[in-house]
Each structure stands twice: as C-alpha cells, then as structure tokens.
C-alpha cells in the first residue's frame, strides 16, 4: 500500500468510527499503522479528527466535568515477576513497604477532608492482604464513608475473594488485561501467568457487579499493530465501565529497562479511540502520561479523557511505588494539591467534580 492509500484508507476508517460503524481487527491494524507510519502533518490530522469526536463525545457525556479518584498504594510487595514493572518480585532494589489498616484509613479521612468520594486501593499481590485482611479494611472505609465508592485493584484472586470484597462494599475494580493477545501476554509475564486467568478474573469481576476496569500500556515491548487491534476488538465487546490507558516507560533493574518507552501521540490517539468506542467509558490521564509530558494530564483530557487520580499515599512511601521511572507523584499528582489540579484543569475549560463518578455505562 502507498504512503496516499494508507492515507485515504485510514480517513474513511476514522469516518467509519466517528459515524459508530463497526470495525475488524485489520480495520483498527490499518488505523493504528496509519498513525505511526504517515508524514507527521497527516498523522497529526488523523489524530486530531478522532480526539474532536472524542471530546464531543466526553462534552455530550460529562460535561466539562472531571472525576478525582485519592489513589491509595497500599503495598510494593508483590508475588508476581511481571517484566515491565518496576515493583517486580525480582527488583532487589525495591525498598519494600506495606500500609497498616490505620495508615490506609488516616489516607482516606485526608482524602474524604480534600473532597475525594473515591477511594482506590492498589497494590501488587502480596500475601500479607489476605481476602479477610482487605474486606476488613474495605468494610470499615465504607462504614465510616457511606457515601463514597470502593475501588479496589490488587491483581487476580479466585472468584470467591472477589465476591467477599464486594460483599465488603467494594464497587469497583481495576485489573489491566495488558494485552489481549495470548503470545504477547506470555513476552510480558513469567510463565506462571496466562492471559486466559487475567481474562476469567476479568469476567468474574464484571459479573460480581464490580464496576470493572481493563486497559493496556501503549509501546509495550513486543506489542504491534495487530496486537493494538486485538486490545481494541476486546475493549469494544467487553465494554467495561472503566479504561486504563498509559504510555509503557521503562522502569530500571526490570528485563526492560533499555526498552524504548511508548510514545505520548500514540497513547493520546488510544484514548480518543476509546472514548469513541465506548462514549460513556471512565477514562484517566494516567499518572503515567502525566509523566511524560508536562502537559500529559491536560491533553489527555482534550483526548476525551476524563478521570485523574492523584495520590493519596502517606508521603514517605510515594517514591516508593515505582512501577516505572520519574513516575510522578509530586505538584498536580499530589492529592494534597488539588488546587494546582483544578488550574491545571480550567487552562482547558474543565472542573474538577467532587462526587463518586460512578460509571453510566450499564451492560
Ligand atoms: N510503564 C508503564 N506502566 C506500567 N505498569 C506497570 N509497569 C509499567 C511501566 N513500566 C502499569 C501496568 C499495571 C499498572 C498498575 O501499571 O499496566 O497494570
């Protein structure tokens, strides 16, 4: 195919996206493709024509409105070997802590006086949160907060310790498929992980009545078009209520730190796509993005983004969780300044909501 053809194709697939048409898995490769391989101008045209729609669609949808979720990082414990992640069992060079249930509570009253009505707690797998540990915890957040949202994303448990959390109170649930093709999964992970157990958990949550969050890092080692296409196809059919989308970055001591990280333009043309598929989707400017740009946060948002979680862990332990290099967790990722977010935030004519910001999307 010519650079010319590439080019037709690719704007009338957009236009077939933009008009909800449904596209294959090659459609999707093309697109994809098209936005790495055109001449910048076109590629940037591209682009800009699907974050249009995406931001109308977020406008329809949410207004200028964005949702704030006090991002709580209970542990850097982690049983798992995960190649890309900077808290890997296998990082010796990790300073390893864990947050008492007092330090997690004390996390959320901050939190609940800044205004937050979502709670996340997120943590690799470690043994020391067991299922009755975590339901503890969970439930005491929401008897002391009834009126705010739960959502946990502490990786793949048996469908059983999903249903005691959300018995618990917990109301949604984070957990990244990463990829959606099998042989891919596998050059990510160590042996012991498989893609299907990801996608069972995935299922279980849904069907447990978690809110439930997939999503995938863009530039990922080993990832292609074809396997771009696929986290697509599976995103649209799963229609989960929540997206999580960042540039891969490589995180130092892991099998990839001399990888090349994701590249900002591509991560922002991910989630304009999403918000095309699914209007209704939670969608964040990943901490991530917010890493590799200064303005990462905002121009996510102008990409239909409209979800940001700042950090609400204890102060000594944020440069901990270092899933990745220079991750942020200072200025606008701090959730002690919520102010310097909403400046941010009004620079592009959107506010931050102070409410729970649950999903409108329904199955
Ligand atoms: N770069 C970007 N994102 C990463 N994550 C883990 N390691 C990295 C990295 N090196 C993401 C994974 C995981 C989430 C908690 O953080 O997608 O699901």
Redesign the pocket.
């Known amino acids: 195919m010519t650079p010319i053809e590439l080019e037709k194709r690719a704007f009338e697939l957009a236009d077939k996206l933009i008009d909800g048409e449904k596209l294959s898995k090659d459609d999707f490769a093309l697109l994809i493709r098209a936005e790495r391989e055109l001449p910048e101008e076109n590629a940037a045209a591209l682009r800009e024509k699907l974050s249009k729609r995406a931001l109308e669609l977020k406008q329809l949808h949410y207004g200028n409105a964005v949702y704030v979720r006090g991002l709580i990082e209970v542990t850097n414990y982690c049983k798992n070997n995960c190649l890309?992640?900077?808290i890997r069992r296998g990082n010796p060079t990790v300073s390893r802590y864990r947050l008492t249930k007092e330090q997690i509570l004390s996390c959320c009253a901050e939190g609940y006086a800044l205004g937050f009505r979502t709670f996340v707690m997120q943590g690799g797998e470690d043994a020391y949160f067991t299922p009755e540990r975590v339901a503890d915890i969970v439930r005491e957040i929401k008897r002391n907060y009834p009126d705010c949202a739960v959502t946990l994303s502490l990786g793949e448990y048996p469908k059983e310790v999903y249903a005691l959390w959300r018995e618990a109170g917990a109301d949604r649930y984070l957990l990244?498929h990463?990829t959606a093709n099998a042989e891919h999964y596998s050059k990510l992970h160590p042996a012991e992980m498989m893609l299907e157990t990801r996608m069972d958990c995935l299922k279980n949550l849904r069907s447990l009545g978690f809110q439930t969050g997939c999503g995938m890092?863009i530039g990922s080692p080993y990832q292609s078009y074809e396997t771009l296409a696929e986290d697509l196809v599976f995103i649209r059919d799963f229609r989960p209520q929540m997206v999580g989308i960042?540039?891969?970055?490589?995180?130092h001591d892991t099998p990839f730190a001399n990888e090349k990280a994701g590249t900002f333009e591509q991560t922002l043309f991910f989630l304009s796509i999403v918000r095309i598929l699914l209007p209704e989707v939670l969608l964040p400017a990943t901490t991530?993005l917010g890493t590799i740009h200064p303005h990462g946060r905002e121009m996510g948002m102008l990409s239909g983004a409209n979800v940001c979680m700042p950090n609400l862990s204890p102060a000594d332990v944020r440069s901990k969780y270092s899933?990745?290099d220079n991750k942020l967790y200072t200025g606008s990722e701090a959730a002690q300044s919520l102010n310097d977010l909403e400046k941010r935030l009004e620079t592009i004519g959107c506010n931050i909501a102070f409410v729970r910001g649950d999903s409108k999307l329904t199955e």
């Open positions: 890309y992640c900077g990244r990463e890092m960042g540039p891969f970055i490589p995180a991530a899933l990745y």
